[in-house]
Structures are given as C-alpha cells and as structure tokens.
C-alpha cells in the first residue's frame, strides 16, 4: 500500500502528493497529518500539489477539511503549486475552496505560512495582556 | 460522424476511477487535445464516475472517440448504473443540492466542463448520462 510522504521542514510540514490518489489514500492522508501535525508541534502545512493533474469536488472537500482540522490543532496550511490548467477548471466546476489558503510556489507558500505564525503569536500575546 | 475508438470498463471501486482518469487522459493527449480540454473532461469523468459508485451502486463506462466528417474530434463518455435513478434532474443539477454528503457540484460542474451532456434518468430503473467534448 503506497502512502503519501509527509516532511518536517522546520517548523513547518510539507506535503508533496506525487501520485493521482484515489480516495481511500486521500483519507489516510488527512489521517496521517493531522496526527503528524500533533505529534512534530508542527505551525504549519505547505500542501504542494504541483503535480496533481486534476482536483474534482471530492480533492477539494479534502484540501478544505485539512485546512481546516490543521487550524483546529493550532497550524496553517496553504496549498501551493496549483496548475493554470487545474485552476481553470475549479472554477468552471464551482469550487470555491473556502478556508484554503494558496500561493504560487512552495517559496511564496513558506513566506505566508511565517507571516501567519508570526500573527497569530502576536494575537495570542495581545489577548494574554487583555485578561 | 464515426467511433473512430472505443472500450468499456467497470466502475466497481474508487481505483477504477483513478484508472478512468487515467485513460481520458491518455486518450485525448494522444489525439491532441489541449491541457484545458483534458483537464476538464478528466474531472466530468472523475466527477461521474463517483456519482454511478456512490449513488448507483455501481456501473460502467464507455469510452469513445469520434470522428466527424469535417475532421473533427470528439471525446465522449457515457455513464450506466443500475442504482435508484434520478427524480428530479433539474434539482440534481442544481449547485449545491446533494443528498449525500457531497457539495452537490458533480452534475452541474460537469456539464460546465464538457460540450454535450445528456441525462436520462428515472426513478427505479438507473442513470445513464453521456457526455462529450469536441477539440
Ligand atoms: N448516478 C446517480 N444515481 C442516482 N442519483 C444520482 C446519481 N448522480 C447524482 N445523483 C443525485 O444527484 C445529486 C447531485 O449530484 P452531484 O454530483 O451534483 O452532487 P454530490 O455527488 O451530492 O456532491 P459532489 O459531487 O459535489 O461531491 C446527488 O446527491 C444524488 O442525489
Ligand atoms: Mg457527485
């Protein structure tokens, strides 16, 4: 059984999907993440998807649900590397990808997820003051 | 018009989708069609062939490409289950409406993404729906 590789990178998680993944691999990724995520005290999750040559509704349902588990466990996630061909066609299909983050490049992708952290450590910082 | 090729295949599981995937998008960057045309008719079929699994128990696919006289060259995909059927096709269509727990953007996305899209459909008797894109 074939998994996605999952890189700690820092602070930071980066997840590269390489293959076409049929859905049972997608949901193990999910799965694999966010306990990766808890375990490395990981901020953040850059989610390449350079290679992917499609993503249809049931992809997006997956890249919203990790966005949004990743900020349940304190982290960010933004998804780089999305093909013109691709992001085309979300759009034609109607997805709307709320709650995802994205960036060009995995270079751009990592100056978002520092920025993020930084914010919300200085949030945090403020509300400690407020109490 | 003539089927200049043609092959079926079992939508059983969630690997024959990644397989049907696979071969839309083998077949139309062998007859030349561009990245976008592939792209979006990869994720109709994707988007299709999830829709006969969960919601038809099950199907098949047929493939085929076309020849018209004039030269030019289609991809078309028509869709079979034997499941429960739709009753009432304009609400499917509807984005959003999903009787799963989908977002209900497979039907009216894929007939955005593709040139021809057919639905024949009720209730007991299953879903056949074809679809097809020209260069
Ligand atoms: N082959 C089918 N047989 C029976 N009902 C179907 C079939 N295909 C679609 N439907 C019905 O039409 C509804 C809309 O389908 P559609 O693909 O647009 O959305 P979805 O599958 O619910 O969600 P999504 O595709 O966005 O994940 C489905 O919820 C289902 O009720
Ligand atoms: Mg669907």
Redesign the interface.
Same mark, same amino acid.
């Given at each position: 059984m074939n998994t996605i590789p999952i890189l700690k990178l820092g602070e930071y998680l980066l997840v590269s999907i390489q293959v076409? /993944?049929?859905? $049972?691999l997608a949901l193990q990724l999910q799965d694999e993440l966010t306990s990766m995520l808890v375990k490395t005290k990981s901020r953040g999750v850059l989610l390449d998807i350079s290679f992917l @040559? /499609?993503?249809?509704?049931?992809m997006? $349902?997956m890249l919203s649900n990790i966005a949004a588990m990743t900020r349940l466990l304190g982290a960010e996630t933004v998804v780089v590397g999305i093909?013109p061909?691709?992001a085309?066609?979300i759009v @034609? &299909?109607? &997805?709307t990808l709320p709650n995802v983050r994205t960036a060009l490049n995995v270079d751009a992708g990592m100056e978002i997820l520092r920025r993020l952290v930084d914010f919300s450590d200085q949030k945090g910082g403020y509300e400690c003051q407020q109490e | 018009m003539s089927v200049s090729k043609s092959d079926a295949a079992t939508i059983q599981n969630t690997e024959d989708i990644v397989r049907l995937r696979q071969r839309v998008r083998d077949l139309m960057k062998n007859e030349g069609f561009s990245l976008v045309d592939q792209t979006k008719m990869v994720t109709a079929a994707s988007e299709l062939a999830r829709n006969a699994l969960v919601y038809g128990g099950g199907g098949a696919v047929l493939v085929e490409v076309l020849k018209e006289d004039n030269g030019r060259t289609g991809l078309r995909l028509i869709f079979e289950d034997h499941g429960p059927g739709i009753a009432d096709i304009d609400q499917a269509l509807t984005d959003g409406f999903t009787t799963g727990n989908g977002l209900g953007l497979g039907l009216g996305g894929s007939k955005r993404l593709t040139n021809e899209f057919l639905i024949d459909s009720s209730p007991g008797a299953g879903t056949r729906i074809t679809v097809t894109r020209w260069m």
């Open positions: 076409d /993944m049929h859905d $049972r @040559e /499609m993503v249809d509704s049931f997006g $349902r093909q061909a691709v085309i066609t @034609e &299909l109607g &997805l | -």
